[in-house]
């Protein structure tokens, strides 16, 4: 088997089912000298069921600082290092990213190899719309902060995706339907594993089903629908909009602004515009 150039390998792992794991991360977690890992206990069980041997250095939110001079000392030094967090793609949601701009601010070798992620796995599970979304990670512990942050949230015009923890889950998904309104969304669980489960309906729905459960185990991601477009302005509202603004705008700006805050096309305010 051939020996990789040196550099940082960025290696996604299964999220569930080993089965996901491409021949290409096995062909890299196999020939790189060490893998730095969020948990060593976690990737000592995937590297033991690949039947791979490699020494591993722990590297997480908590030792980061402290640990990413010496990944970098051995990657100048022209080592093979493969970053694995303990499950998906690294640098989602853990420091990863750090050694990542890192290694490009010093022109070290970097490789990407992509592979499973809860993220994208459940908004494509979910069914919601996913031409644009937003990735939010995990919402605040506190339900104070949680608002906020979801109040900010709430004006995005995007699909959102949240990591959530079973025993906060049904408080969160009540906060979400008190901020964002009652959107269809899903909530996924295990995925990729033997008791993978998506439940979908409204907000105020899933809190209150799983408000009735026991908190569920496992890794949780709740997908939320955009919000509503507004319905557009009739006739006669646009004629009091475009009358307002026409007192101290030509023609063609009070059309322009309208458009702008309608999307409207312009050509047709212009035209009410100059009925009026």
Do not use: W
């Not at 506190?142 to 949240?162: F, M």
């Not at 408080?171 to 008190?178: C, V």
């Not at 009652?182 to 489960?197: F, G, I, Q, S």
């Amino acid at each position: 088997m051939k020996k990789f150039r040196n550099g940082l390998y960025v290696v996604a792992t299964p999220i569930g089912n080993l089965g996901d794991l491409s021949a290409r991360a096995q062909e890299i977690l196999t020939t790189v000298d060490k893998i730095a890992c969020e948990d060593s206990r976690v990737t000592g069980k995937l590297l033991s069921r690949l039947s791979i041997t490699k020494p591993m250095i722990v590297y997480h939110d908590h030792n980061a600082g402290k640990i990413r001079p010496g990944l970098l000392a051995d990657l100048r030094r022209g080592a093979a290092i493969a970053l694995v967090s303990d499950a998906g793609m690294p640098a989602i949601s853990d420091p990863g990213y750090k050694l990542i701009q890192a290694c490009i601010n010093e022109n070290i070798p970097l490789t990407v190899i992509p592979g499973a992620n809860a993220a994208l796995t459940g908004l494509v599970q979910s069914g919601l719309p996913t031409d644009r979304f937003l990735f939010q990670g995990y919402l605040p512990v506190k339900s104070g902060a949680r608002l906020s942050e979801l109040e900010e949230l709430s004006r995005i015009p995007a699909t959102l995706i949240v990591y959530e923890s079973g025993k906060r889950l049904a408080k969160s998904l009540t906060d979400m339907a008190s901020v964002l309104g009652d959107r269809p969304a899903a909530v996924a669980r295990e995925l990729t594993k033997l008791h993978e489960e998506v439940r979908r309906g409204s907000l105020a729905q899933l809190a209150t089903s799983y408000g009735a459960e026991v908190a569920p185990r496992g890794e949780i991601v709740v997908v939320i629908a955009p919000p509503e477009a507004p319905p557009l302005p009739n006739e006669l509202e646009l004629e009091v909009m475009l009358a307002d603004r026409l007192s101290q705008l030509s023609v063609k700006d009070a059309a322009s602004e309208v458009a702008q805050i309608t999307k409207i096309p312009r050509r047709t305010l212009y035209g009410i515009a100059v009925r009026l």
